[in-house]
């Protein structure tokens, strides 16, 4: 570990810092939505307009990227997040719903940039054999924003800015994305993108490089991860509220599930060396279903906190399994269009989960929606069959 390179470090460092919006968001944006809006089917747009400020947002991050650098690119983009953290903060001590939901889309303009971290690990890298361990190492970062998300509601309580505590959780936020984008801007190093003249190898036409069943398994194993991932998680603390479990155990299950997600991370490389990306694929398609299973068997507390947890560790392989792919199937001339297509293609279906999770489940119920969520599982199961045999 050692040997990996500064900036991995640094952007796993950075990560409870600008990261915490995704925890944050998450614990409170249904329960903020439902208690700002009359319509409990609105109550999660808030988690929608987030996602879909990442999805908007993935191709001129990605063009930014290329033209001033993605260090300048991460610093702007974490003080841009702070000024929507206080815009947020001050729409629910207005009882604004829709501006609230507004703040929320320009926090995931800023996500689409910090989804861009893995890869400039990546590029930072002196041999590919590291590129499983950096993005491990990236994600680690996000154990800590497990924790710190959700705390901010404790925290914000000290700033006494608003008399809601859930405003002050966001303005608590602000802060946060600050001292993120202040590390960013003295620690690290400037990562060179190189021109398309410098660029090796020539670039592909796009139907030679989405014809590869390859990079097909890459993309749909991050977009699959997310796409479960959302559905079931933005709608348990509402699950849970029905059943009558307080907005603390709430907490407490989404603290945990964030922490499986990045936990992991530390043995990840060591399981992908063992076992190879496609047998880690199997795994963690089988993990989510034993996620499914526990979610159906109850409604306790502790039906929840096994399900999320494990739906975290799921996502923890998938999504790490498909990010190592992603760089065998693009050559340096290539990488900004994959890694935009990838990342897009990811949050759109993580977007359609989020908005689609409060729909199902105040007209169908929480056991359809686990039931739906069986089906992207057998799909991923079934490509990544055909692949592993080509």
């Given at each position: 570990?050692?040997?990996?390179?500064?900036?991995?470090?640094?952007?796993?460092?950075?990560?409870?810092?600008?990261?915490?919006?995704?925890?944050?968001?998450?614990?409170?944006?249904?329960?903020?939505?439902?208690?700002?809006?009359?319509?409990?089917?609105?109550?999660?747009?808030?988690?929608?307009?987030?996602i879909i400020g990442v999805s908007l947002n993935i191709f001129p991050a990605a063009k930014i990227q290329s033209h001033v650098g993605r260090k300048n690119a991460f610093v702007t983009a974490a003080i841009i997040s702070s000024l929507a953290a206080f815009a947020a903060a001050w729409a629910i001590s207005q009882n604004h719903f829709w501006g609230f939901a507004g703040a929320t889309f320009i926090l995931g303009t800023q996500l689409s940039y910090v989804g861009q971290f893995r890869f400039a690990a990546i590029e930072s890298c002196n041999s590919a054999t590291q590129h499983a361990s950096v993005v491990s190492l990236v994600l680690v970062g996000g154990i800590a924003a497990a924790w710190v998300g959700p705390e901010l509601l404790v925290w914000g309580r000290a700033l006494?800015?608003?008399?809601?505590?859930?405003?002050?959780?966001?303005?608590?936020?602000?802060?946060?994305?600050l001292i993120g984008a202040a590390i960013l801007l003295v620690a690290l190093k400037p990562i060179h993108t190189p021109t398309t003249s410098e660029q090796a190898g020539e670039a592909r036409s796009n139907k030679a490089l989405f014809s590869q069943p390859l990079l097909w398994l890459a993309i749909g194993s991050g977009l699959t991860a997310y796409a479960v991932m959302a559905f079931l998680m933005t709608a348990t603390p509402l699950s849970m509220s029905d059943h009558g479990h307080d907005i603390?155990?709430?907490?407490?299950?989404?603290?945990?599930?964030?922490?499986?997600?990045?936990?992991?991370?530390?043995?990840?490389?060591?399981?992908?060396?063992?076992i190879g990306i496609y047998r880690l694929t199997y795994l963690g398609c089988m993990i989510m279903l034993a996620c499914?299973?526990?979610?159906?068997?109850?409604?306790?507390?502790?039906?929840?906190?096994?399900?999320?947890?494990?739906l975290g560790i799921g996502w923890n392989f998938l999504f790490i399994g498909g990010t190592t792919l992603l760089p065998r199937t693009y050559q340096p001339s290539e990488r900004f269009k994959v890694q935009a297509v990838n990342d897009f293609s990811i949050t759109a279906f993580q977007a359609s989960g989020s908005l689609t999770a409060g729909i199902v489940l105040f007209t169908q119920g929480w056991t359809w929606m686990l039931l739906a969520s069986i089906w992207p599982l057998f799909v991923l199961f079934l490509l990544n069959l055909v692949v592993k045999k080509r």
């Open positions: 570990m050692k040997s990996l390179p500064w900036n991995a470090w640094i952007l796993a460092c950075v990560q409870p810092f600008v990261l915490s919006v995704g925890a944050l968001n998450v614990f409170l944006g249904g329960i903020v939505g439902a208690e700002l809006h009359s319509n409990p089917t609105f109550s999660t747009l808030p988690v929608t307009t987030l006494k800015l608003f008399s809601s505590d859930y405003a002050n959780a966001y303005a608590a936020l602000a802060i946060m994305e603390h155990s709430a907490k407490w299950v989404i603290q945990s599930h964030v922490m499986a997600m990045y936990l992991p991370s530390l043995v990840t490389p060591l399981i992908i060396k063992r499914i299973v526990i979610a159906l068997v109850g409604h306790s507390v502790h039906h929840y906190w096994w399900a999320l947890v494990l």
